[in-house]
């Protein structure tokens, strides 16, 4: 069992370390070390937020698992880190793909599949990180709070529906194998502890 100072601790090394690839890929880019640094940072930001997706999920059966009940305190950060490259992947794919215009961003997420399930991922998280304060928490009342937050039992298959059609248009499906299969332990052991339930 951590600590309250500890658990400080742990959160802030966490919090470095979520930033360390936002700050690689903006050393690289001002250093001109890519070749093509839109499609990095575009790319960059995508994966990060399905890898940050996986640890908050993964938070809870570890936390089951384990007897860790310290993992919770860090389940906030993560979730907000994974909105934070999810925010970031975004603009990059209406700055760079479409010079803010909204219209021809919308013509984009309409015409092109796997860009209209990567936006509704993206939009589901607005929410649960917009009431992820204690004070929003208190406002919504625990039920209500934990029923919208299951959202992110949504967010997380469309958001590896995103990555595999992304990665399968250049036939690479290592890494879409890969976290599909993380993906869907991490639902399929709530789905069986609400079955035991």
Known sequence: MLSPK??????GAIFVLALAPLLRMAY???????????????RGTGDW????????????????????????????????????YGLLHFTTFLWFDHFFDVQEMWKDV???????VGFIA???????????????????????????????YV????????????????HNFTQPILFGSIVGI???TRVWWAIRK
């Not at 690289?28 to 575009?42: A, N, R, Y």
């Not at 309409?110 to 209209?116: A, D, E, G, S």
């Not at 967010?155 to 250049?170: D, E, S």
């Open 110 to 116: 309409l015409k092109r599949p796997f860009i209209t």
């Open 186 to 188: 991490l639902l399929l």
């Open 6 to 11: 500890q658990v400080s601790w742990l959160k």
């Open 28 to 42: 690289l880019t001002v250093t001109g070390q890519l070749v093509d640094p839109l499609e990095f940072i575009t």
């Open 122 to 152: 993206f939009v589901l998280l607005i929410p649960l990180a917009l009431t992820s304060t204690n004070g929003m928490i208190k406002r919504l009342g625990g039920k209500r709070w934990q029923w919208l937050h299951r959202l992110i």
């Open 155 to 170: 967010i997380a298959p469309l958001a590896f529906l995103h990555f595999w059609w992304m990665k399968a248009g250049k």
């Open 49 to 84: 937020t399905l890898y940050l997706l996986c640890i908050t999920l993964a938070v809870t059966p570890l936390r089951r698992l384990s007897g860790w009940n310290w993992l919770i305190k860090l389940r906030r950060m993560l979730g907000l880190y994974t909105f934070f």
